[in-house]
């Protein structure tokens, strides 16, 4: 009965969360075709090169979707962080020393399948996870806020990531590139679609966000995480120790990062290399904003934001469109969730008319 | 007539916050505006004062029809608001906060004599003494509202709004408030003076429109009508004024404070050795004017806060260096002061809020899981004990009214089943159906041989409720009384720092 009259007063506010996100990618396309055509570029040729780019054989699918792997541990991972009250703007750092982690597990110990790999993910999960529990300690322990310290971090991970792999580097293989060596078959994500290169990855993230999601809404600890970033204050009031869990929750969000990293590793590129992350941990930020912080939404966003990756570079090539626009599309669409939230009252208050206009 | 507003409606989602609101005031009275929290009162005068824009109706001024798109609009229109919450910069001196947004110019510069003298002139003006050169921070909050009284009249109000002025003053300062309203009143000024208090409408106001769940339900002459038929028309049903309290032994001590000395988060010493008990089936009450140390106190009984020393004892167990959960745990449970920012997660369910101190234990805690089914059924349970109006447990607790959130609280910390319980300010906000409840379940309480430390600025609310009194000041205990033995005179002086009333 508790449960009717709950419905009785939401059925539409329930709608308000895909409308902010659908309305927020719709004015970035707008406002993306005013940029183009400004440009002298025709808006419905970038696009319709965008979405084929994207969709319009297996091969660019399949693409998509790798590029939507990475992109979905990575918002999991920022929104996580976010659910806490932090802002992870390291998880570049966290994928880089995830990727480095697993590739290391992954060459350098002979194991079964059955443990190479699940082990050689682990190694890049608690790597980008030590990484971020470091800024959550700071934080918890000292005040230091997060953002500064993520950032600092990462610049620590890019440079010894170039060592690792440099002449001379401690993980460098023994040819002419600055790669380390091959990952063995045993520790090897399998490749599920035949003539690309989709890797059993989407499968991985798609279960971590559903993992996440009852994490947050269903465990304890998740309860607490939420308590703490919603308000602190009444959290440390019923007995929560806001400190221990920021420090925990930023250790899941670094080891979602890490994730990222490993599964790019092991499931694309079967090496390390310094630059394997074509920036996705930045993107990722932009996939949590948009996916409002919750795992649904970052799936739908992190595929949106697959689509623009991978779509970019057939656009370049058949449009001859520069691919930077969709870096403007995606500031355009991080500017437009932004300033979304200030559309969330208008929008309650519309639905409360139709709410009372259906009434009558 | 001088301001009528006619049929205003205003929504929030899932809330008629006025229904057709008729309001109508005179020239040169004291209007009172009553209603319970929720009835609407707010919401109305941030629609006259150009804060909120109303969904129908319409305002007029001396009969001529307005409209305003901001606060600005309603302030040219002679309509000045002091808000609960004052609007003062804290580290500003009186004379900087009074020019703020309205600064006299010397050149590119801000004539600070100007100012200065402006100041002065105003409160010689309508007597209301001031120090220009006082920090707000360092100054009495009845000061402060005379600062927010005197910048609304600079701006030219002729119509002052008073949102709850009373709520933090002393009862000296509330007798200064009625002399400056009075004062105001000659001068030709008119005021809209908002309360939930029946004594404070009966002292005060002319008229008095009386609001019930965003409708208007009665506009009278003050002086006909009695403070029992106001209750009535205000909660819609009698109400009993007067806390009904029986007599009741105290039992053993419960919780035993010994030379308790804190800081507060500036390392300023603010608990001076302070030594009491609280015994079961008492009600120890905690009067004094805000920031005597009373936050420090609650903090540092409740495990927020780290004492320099002294001890606490809690039914013979030495709870000082346990944390939050484990006094919880031992026995103790606390209704804060700020409900809304410690004692609910605004943007978390009800269900959500009722899990906290909860989750993990059994039956909700299975694991590293909670059973979100036992949580609906403890959810369904508080909410009838407690009769807390909810639409269901799913609905956030930002939604709700402020006696209603109050109650979740209440239903919250109770079934902790503690042996004592902190109350700080657990009335404050909210309306008389609410505060009756909330009396009530506390004596319940009491009666129960439990006992309860009761922090309030409200005096009625300490001389009503306390089997014994304390008075704080400056952060030690200045007086202490039987109940029945204090009169507010007494108490009032203590509470402002005079030994006098000292038995």
Not at chain 2, 309 to 316: A, E, Q, V, Y
Request: charge should be neutral; aromatic fraction near 8%.
């Amino acid at each position: 009965m508790e449960n009717e009259k709950n419905r009785k007063t939401s059925p539409l506010l329930a709608l308000i969360s895909p409308t902010q996100f659908i309305l927020g990618v719709l004015l970035a396309f707008i406002a993306g075709a005013v940029f183009l055509w400004v440009f002298g570029e025709s808006p419905a040729d970038a696009y319709g090169a965008l979405f084929k780019g994207a969709f319009s054989s297996k091969r660019y699918f399949a693409e998509t979707l790798l590029s939507t792997t990475p992109l979905i541990f990575g918002g999991l991972a920022v929104a996580l962080g976010f659910r806490c009250g932090l802002f992870n703007m390291g998880v570049e750092g966290q994928i880089v020393l995830g990727g480095m982690a697993a590739a290391y597990v992954g060459y350098a110990w002979e194991l079964p399948l059955l443990i190479h790999l699940p082990l050689a993910l682990l190694a890049g999960a608690v790597a980008g996870g030590i990484w971020g529990a470091i800024p959550g300690y700071l934080k918890a322990k000292h005040r230091i806020h997060e953002v500064i310290t993520t950032i600092m971090l990462n610049y620590i991970v890019f440079q010894v990531a170039a060592y690792m792999i440099a002449v001379g580097g401690p993980m460098k293989a023994d040819n002419e590139l600055p790669v380390s060596p091959d990952v063995l078959p045993t520790a090897q994500l399998a490749r599920i679609w035949e003539g690309t290169r989709l890797s059993g990855g989407i499968f991985i993230a798609l279960i971590f966000a559903v993992l996440v999601w009852v994490f947050l809404f269903k465990t304890r600890l998740g309860y607490k995480m939420r308590a703490v970033g919603l308000n602190s204050s009444a959290a440390e009031f019923a007995g929560i120790k806001p400190g221990r869990m920021m420090v925990w929750a930023m250790f899941l969000s670094g080891a979602l990062g890490g994730l990222a990293g490993a599964v790019e590793v092991l499931g694309v590129h079967y090496k390390f290399y310094s630059t394997f992350s074509p920036g996705y941990g930045w993107d990722a930020i932009a996939v949590a904003l948009l996916g409002l912080n919750h795992p649904v939404g970052v799936v739908a966003s992190a595929f949106l934001f697959g689509v623009l990756r991978s779509g970019s570079i057939t656009m370049q090539a058949i449009a001859q469109i520069s691919k930077d626009i969709v870096l403007i599309l995606s500031a355009l669409i991080i500017f437009f969730t932004a300033t979304n939230q200030t559309l969330r009252p208008i929008l309650e208050r519309l639905t409360l008319r139709l709410d009372t206009r259906r009434a009558k | 007539m001088y301001l009528e507003m006619k049929n205003i409606v205003r929504r929030f989602p899932g809330v008629l916050a006025n229904d057709h609101i008729c309001l109508e005031i005179e020239k040169g009275e004291i209007h009172g505006l009553l209603g319970e929290n929720g009835a609407g009162k707010t919401t109305l005068m941030n629609v006259l004062c150009g804060l909120a824009r109303p969904d129908e109706g319409e305002i007029l001024i001396d009969g001529m029809k307005v409209e305003f798109g901001n606060c600005l609009d309603a302030i040219k229109c002679g309509i000045g608001m002091v808000h609960q919450h004052f609007m003062l910069v804290p580290v500003f001196t009186v004379t900087e906060n009074f020019i703020l947004g309205n600064e006299p110019r010397k050149g590119a510069r801000i004539d600070t004599a100007r100012a200065r003298e402006m100041v002065l002139e105003l409160s010689e003006k309508h007597g209301l003494k001031v120090d220009p050169d006082a920090l707000i921070k360092d100054i009495s909050v009845g000061m402060q509202q005379r600062v927010e009284i005197l910048k609304a009249l600079s701006r030219g109000a002729e119509l002052m709004i008073l949102d709850e002025p009373t709520a933090v003053l002393t009862p000296q300062e509330v007798e200064d408030l009625y002399r400056i309203m009075r004062s105001l009143q000659e001068a030709g000024h008119t005021i809209i003076f908002i309360t939930h208090k029946l004594q404070e409408i009966k002292e005060i106001t002319d008229r008095v429109t009386v609001l019930r769940d965003g409708r208007v339900v009665g506009i009278v002459r003050t002086k006909d009508v009695e403070q029992v038929e106001l209750a009535r028309m205000m909660v819609g049903r009698d109400v009993v004024l007067r806390v009904e309290k029986d007599q009741h032994a105290p039992g053993e001590v419960m919780m035993s404070v010994k030379d308790l000395r804190a800081n507060d988060s500036r390392g300023l010493t603010k608990l001076k050795d302070i030594t009491f008990d609280v015994r079961a089936g008492e009600i120890v009450g905690i009067a004094g004017v805000a920031g005597n140390g009373q936050e420090e106190l609650v903090e540092v009984l409740t495990g927020l806060r780290k004492q320099e020393s002294g001890s606490i004892t809690l039914d013979m167990q030495d709870i000082s260096q346990l944390n939050p959960r484990e006094r919880m745990y031992a026995g103790l449970a606390h209704i804060p002061q700020d409900r809304q920012r410690r004692g609910l997660v605004m943007n978390f369910s009800l269900v959500d809020n009722f899990l906290l101190g909860y989750e993990d234990l059994k039956p909700f805690a299975r694991g590293p899981m909670l059973d979100y089914r036992e949580a609906e059924k403890f959810a369904s349970k508080l909410i009838k004990m407690f009769d807390v109006r909810t639409p269901g447990s799913q609905i956030l607790a930002r939604t709700l009214s402020g006696g209603n959130q109050q109650k979740a609280i209440l239903a919250r910390e109770f079934q902790r089943d503690p042996k004592l319980l902190i109350a700080a300010q657990p009335t404050r906000g909210l309306d008389v159906a609410a505060i009756e409840f909330i009396h009530n379940e506390l004596i319940k309480f009491r009666d129960q041989d439990k006992a309860v430390l009761l922090i309030s600025m409200e005096l009625t609310e300490i001389l009503d409720l306390s089997d014994r009194i304390l008075v704080i000041y400056e952060g030690e205990i200045v007086g202490e009384f039987k109940s029945g033995q204090a009169t507010p005179e007494q108490l009032g002086l203590l509470m402002a720092g005079s030994k006098k009333g000292q038995m």
